[in-house]
């Protein structure tokens, strides 16, 4: 059964930066699109950033993270990451990591909170 759990979240003050990690079991998430999601209370869960399954696309942002975020795959490890730098308190949000396309076996995610 394919499992995603994030880590890495925390509390951080704007303009810090945090790094997610998203291990995977399961699946070979190395044949997979994968992206990184968030959610906040009582809004829809977002795609942030998009990994192709291949190495020599680049990821894909939103506007609201674009050049402060960085997604990142470790096929070794079978794990994606998200940096993120220069954090808003806007960031503030429940992180997920999912299969592009799939809707089911989401993980517990990650909360990261910023303090302005």
């Known amino acids: 059964q394919a499992q995603l759990m994030e880590s890495g979240g925390g509390l951080v003050q704007a303009g810090g930066s945090l790094r997610l990690s998203c291990k995977i079991s399961g699946f070979d998430a190395s044949v997979f699109a994968m992206g990184w999601y968030r959610q906040t209370p009582g809004r829809q869960r977002e795609m942030i950033a998009s990994?192709?399954?291949?190495?020599?696309?680049?990821?894909i942002y939103a506007d609201s993270v674009k050049g402060r975020f960085t997604a990142s795959r470790d096929n070794t490890e079978n794990t994606v990451y998200l940096q993120m730098n220069s954090l808003k308190p806007e960031d503030t949000a429940r992180y997920y990591c999912?299969?592009?396309?799939?809707?089911?076996?989401w993980g517990q995610g990650t909360q990261v909170t910023v303090s302005s």
């Open positions: 990994l192709a399954r291949g190495r020599r696309e680049s990821p």
């Open positions: 999912q299969r592009v396309g799939y809707t089911d076996n």
